[in-house]
């Protein structure tokens, strides 16, 4: 998905944004990159992350640079942040989101004259370039930002740094976090609130869907008001984010402490143990393990030192290896043991399937699955969740559609989704035999968005219902 940080301060801000950056780090693989503007004008430094981390790449060069102001990011696909020279002036920008309709977009800028586009991430056009041509089509900023949040099919939270500070745009219905921090010295702004609390910032606000703010070193200003609607992504608090982050003034961790409490009140089983898969997994596992008076457990450890991070290669059969080689079995807390284990979610069901073998051939004698959410139905067609490149990679929609000889609606996948259903029942269990489980139940919708403490309204759950 990618995560942004900006900071705005009376002294050199290099410091707090390279390790605001580097706390971005689970949430991409691909680039990593940072932009100041001093003195000396622009200095912006990019690398490739995805056979070293931030840091390690970024250590050497900001020895180099100083500023009062800088944006940086952690992105799973293109290269940013981008600087740009328009009309506008010099800016550099950095995004996180989709863009679903780039394509028309991109047919829509040369309609009208637009010349080229240069920068290229797998051989299309970078998306954050792509925002930055619309944002130069309108007569100022922040009249360019609110275009882009219009048009943009999707999903787009945006920082702009240029020579008078850091501006901040958050996605139109909320759907990714931006939040401000402030210290003595200036500003900060956000993907992950945690990022900035051990640099010495306190919360000073959140933004509001579709608000827009310009930060300096002085003040936090606000130059487009919030809007009252909000979809905020719940797989945030399922998978997305940092334990120890909150959204909307909810707690990543707690959240999964109440959603594993939940599923263990409408189960039945009898497990020795309660296990998560680390790392996403653990905290459901250990609020199913305190409600159900179950032992929690650690049956396999991942192994950190040298795969330190969440996200693995974006080559789908090296990260099925490498979620294979990461974990390390404790064989004495397997074999013989009747395992419940949590994940946070099944998407294709590989890497669940060989971690439910690897138990197994370590003794496991049964392995009990509780997803954490329920079952996906639709590929995310806003944040990326899934790098499915069809909804016939998810393996409930192949089961459903083995089930149902390939005559799927949208009106039989309502039956899929509801967890009363005949339907709902034998997709379970067709999973459940093609995974080789013991047995499988999935977390509820409505006990799982009940957890975040927030209404349901203000939720998006298109990739398990299809609702906007």
């Known amino acids: 998905m990618g995560g942004f940080f900006g900071v705005a301060s009376s002294e050199d801000c290099v410091f707090d944004l390279f ?96 010349v080229h586009f240069q920068e290229m991430s797998s051989g299309e056009v970078n998306a954050t370039e792509l925002v930055a041509a619309l944002i130069n089509t309108k007569d100022n900023l922040i009249e360019g930002i609110q275009y882009v949040q219009d048009i943009v099919e999707g999903s787009l939270s945006l920082l702009l740094l240029n020579e008078k500070g850091v501006y901040a745009a958050r996605d139109k219905v909320g759907r990714t976090p931006v939040v401000v921090g402030k ?21 000073y606000k959140e933004l509001g869907p579709g608000e827009i703010v310009a930060i300096t070193e002085k003040n936090c200003v606000t130059l487009v008001n919030p809007g009252k609607d909000m979809k905020i992504c719940t797989f945030l608090w399922i998978y997305y984010g940092y334990p120890s982050s909150s959204y909307e003034g909810i707690s ?22 309660v296990a998560g898969v680390p790392d996403s997994g653990t905290a459901h596992a250990v609020g199913y393990a305190n409600e159900s008076g179950i032992p929690f457990s650690r049956p396999f450890i991942k192994y950190t030192p040298t795969w330190p991070r969440s996200f693995m290669p974006t080559i789908q059969s090296k990260r099925n290896l490498i979620a294979k080689m990461k974990m390390l079995a404790v064989d004495d807390l397997i074999e013989g043991k009747s395992i419940l284990l949590i994940d946070d979610s ?107 403490g927030l209404e349901r309204s203000k939720l998006c759950t298109y990739c398990w219902d299809g609702k906007e």
């Not at 309502?414 to 035999?433: G, V, W």
């Open 252 to 273: 990543v961790e707690q959240m999964r402490y109440r959603n594993g409490a939940s599923m263990a009140k409408r189960d039945n089983v009898k497990p020795d143990i």
């Open 346 to 452: 099944i998407v294709r069901g590989t890497q669940l399937r060989e971690t439910t073998e690897y138990l197994y051939d370590c003794g496991a004698k049964e392995v009990h699955i509780r997803p954490a959410c329920p079952p996906l139905l639709y590929g995310c067609k806003y944040l990326n969740f899934s790098r499915s490149t069809s909804e016939m990679d998810l393996i409930a929609r192949r089961v459903i559609e083995r089930l149902e000889n390939g005559n799927v609606t949208e009106e039989v996948l309502s039956l899929y989704a509801d967890p009363t259903t005949e339907q709902y029942a034998n997709m379970i269990e067709e999973i459940r035999k093609e995974l080789n489980f013991t047995s499988l139940a999935y977390a509820r919708l409505d006990d799982m968005l009940e957890a975040t």
């Open 19 to 114: 390790f605001g950056v580097d706390y971005h780090s689970h949430l991409g693989t691909r680039r990593g990159g940072m932009t100041v503007y001093g003195e000396n004008g622009f200095n912006r430094s990019i690398h490739s992350i995805e056979n070293s981390p931030f840091r390690t790449k970024m250590e050497k060069e900001i020895k180099d640079m100083s500023g009062w102001y800088g944006i940086g990011c952690i992105s799973d696909y293109e290269a940013q942040p981008l600087i740009i020279r328009s009309h506008h002036g010099t800016y550099a920008i950095t995004t996180v989101g989709k863009i679903c309709n780039s394509e028309e977009l991109i047919n829509k800028l040369f309609d009208e004259g637009y």
């Open 183 to 203: 210290k003595e010295e200036g500003f900060c702004v956000s993907f992950e609130n945690f990022a900035y609390k051990n640099l010495g910032y306190k919360d």
